[in-house]
DNA sequence: CTGAAAGCGCTTACAG
DNA sequence: CTGAAAGCGCTTACAG
């Protein structure tokens, strides 16, 4: 047994087992490393090598089992192939596994098909949620890729502000507003799909709107409230606009009750990870004995996916095209092929659903005659 | 506006845009180059270097933004703190969307715990499938992490060969035997499931069991039957297992009831992605009016994964804790704290379902003597 | 305790 | 049409 100084290799392992360089080509073939990387790159000049050079070394690579080294060919080229994804939370929840899927499915098929890899930073590790440095040293990992997308909530603005600084490609999947307009985006047209909607009402016959937001201020629940507020001041005088923010909790058959007392046919909320208020719609629906939509229409500025085949009007983001249509623009961007702040919103899909319909005949004080368990006995075998 | 040779680039452009590298930090810090990398790496010479040079290069490296070029690390022989997932197909597929996710989950998790970050590759583009050259250089782009994670079915030999010569640390969710061993992995264990489930259809009284499997030879697919088998040799003589090897359009009634008149009272089937052998055979059941699990046990070995809350007795394979074990396994290869292959099984959690309960007392000529249609009407009302 | 140098395996101007 | 050279941004012995 030697005693080996850990660490030390011999300069060049003539082990068999070492992989090919193109120095070990170029000697095979009898020409320069050079040569080498001319003929086995995709570059341009290929086209000034001799027939005979450039079969002769092909021969010798294959011989020997030439791989080029990508790394090398990265730091060389100044260019890593690769598209970041950075999500501030763990890309692949548990427990809202909804979340960032259609979108990682739309950024893969276009990364695949431009000939980008996918660099996934695991989020926040727990050392360094809160901590200035460490959480800024994470956000500066995404250099590593030759730009990258970012998914999530969260904007750190010092550190995208670094970024956009060295003009470090950086594309927000949904819309942001931060850093004065000079984030690039793909985002969903909330107010657009908030016009299908209350469109859709409004031809229904529906003049008393209340439109249920939570309380979280979050772009996609301001763009929604303003899509609906839009779209309720465009359908003209005779249709009534209310915005009510709204716990889950706090949304029972009582207050179902006095909304319907007051005129209101139809309730429309907004669409968030876990549906929480459209759920609390319903229970309360069912509990003051409201057939849906006979009673009361209610409609989602978003769609229903906890489960498969929800029948709730409202409308498709279209995820999957977004995370396409991002990772396209990031790689735009990193070839140059385009520059600065690209903004775009990507119309959703109105969905139908049976949630909605025309407003009931009767008016409020039809409402209050009857007491909601005899309502819902009636309804339901009537 | 100035002509610009295209592609020339400034020795050294000063725009504070740029990206600053180690050389620019020392220049800041006034130390060499070498010292930067010394203080900022994780060397273990860190020690040897006096702490007010340590913080001055640590305070120019905050100031100026620096993160480490990991391309050039990896080259220069350290790490990338990159852990490589490459999946042969999409990583995120539309249709059967649960295959990689629970694994992803868990190596995701696993990955950000020990600070490590995640590359996908975008599986093998259309252009590369099916010629050899291309489809090499794919596999080799893994060299890139430091250790990479497989998952599917495939199995390029002689790519992870050649990783496995220059010590590329490679880990396979799931078992394979290919390569004589040599590839390390984390797998279920299909034996101890399939005897999981065996073993409570034989305390449930059952004496003739059908194993119905599919007709893909994967390793999943084998070690299932395999596990059948070896669980009814374990049972002792009076049980006897059948093999069947079945598409799912020869499943009907008529076979069923075949079956079912040689008195078999228990059929076991694989789970697959779409677990259609289930779904066959459950359509067959219910048109040869046999109740389950009164008339006709179920089990599957696996988990019916296609509804939320599948009642169908088998076992859940620990996808995201494998996930994670073989991350870990992973960076223990990677950081050199283990070494040479190494292969776990897991083991699967039973889940006792509904569709499983003691044989119907009544003998084979039971079965004949009513037609399906009378049977189908007095078993689901009397 | 710190610096100068070599080298990882490529690409890319630049000469010949 | 081909070669010699510099350089991508790091790490790592090796000197001082």
């Known amino acids: 047994m030697t005693t080996r100084v850990p660490g030390s290799t011999p300069p060049r392992p003539n082990t068999g087992s070492a992989r090919p360089r193109q120095a070990d080509v170029a000697a095979a073939a009898g020409v320069s490393q050079a040569t080498v990387s001319l003929v086995l790159g995709d570059n341009p000049e290929r086209l000034a090598l001799s027939e005979a050079t450039r079969e002769r070394v092909a021969l010798a690579a294959r011989s020997l089992g030439y791989v080029p080294n990508p790394v090398a060919r990265r730091l060389a080229a100044a260019s890593t192939d690769l598209l970041g994804v950075f999500t501030f939370s763990h890309a692949f929840p548990v427990e809202v596994r909804d979340s960032y899927y259609p979108f990682l499915v739309g950024v893969e098929r276009a990364a695949a098909r431009l000939g980008y ?27 590593l890729a030759d730009g990258c997308l970012f998914l999530g909530r969260r904007v750190p603005e010092v550190e995208l502000d670094r970024l956009l600084a ?9 819309r942001r507003t931060e850093l004065g307009g000079r ?3 793909v985002g969903a047209d ?52 209310e915005v009510l923010r709204a716990y889950a909790t706090s949304v029972d058959a009582r207050a179902l009750r006095a909304w319907r007392e007051r005129g209101i046919s139809v309730v429309v909320t907004e669409e968030n990870d876990t549906n929480d208020l459209l759920a609390a719609l319903l229970t309360a629906a069912r509990e003051d004995g409201a057939r849906i939509p006979q009673d009361l229409s209610i409609a989602l500025l978003g769609e229903d996916r906890s489960l498969p085949e929800s029948e709730v009007t409202g409308f498709r983001i279209p995820r999957q095209q977004m995370g396409e249509e991002a990772a396209a623009l990031l790689v735009d961007l990193v070839t140059g092929a385009r520059s600065g702040p690209v903004q775009w919103l990507l119309e959703p899909t109105f969905l139908p659903g049976t949630t909605t319909g025309p407003p009931a005949v009767s008016g409020p004080a039809a409402v209050s005659e009857r007491t909601p368990s005899t309502a819902a006995e009636g309804d339901l075998h009537g």
Chains 1, 2 share one sequence.
Request: glycine share 14%.
């Open 183 to 185: 984030l690039s985006y």
């Open 190 to 241: 909330y107010v657009a799909g908030a016009a299908q909607v209350v469109d859709h009402l409004v031809g229904l016959g529906h003049r008393r709107l209340l439109y249920l937001r939570g309380t979280d201020d979050v772009v996609a629940s301001t763009d929604r409230e303003d899509g609906f507020r839009r779209a309720v001041a465009a359908s003209g005088e005779g249709v009534q606009g």
């Open 166 to 174: 060295c003009r470090f490609p950086i594309v927000y999947i949904g």
């Open 117 to 143: 890899d996918l660099l996934l930073f695991t989020g926040t590790s727990p050392s360094n949620v809160g901590d200035d440095g460490a959480d800024s040293a994470a956000v500066q990992k995404v250099r």
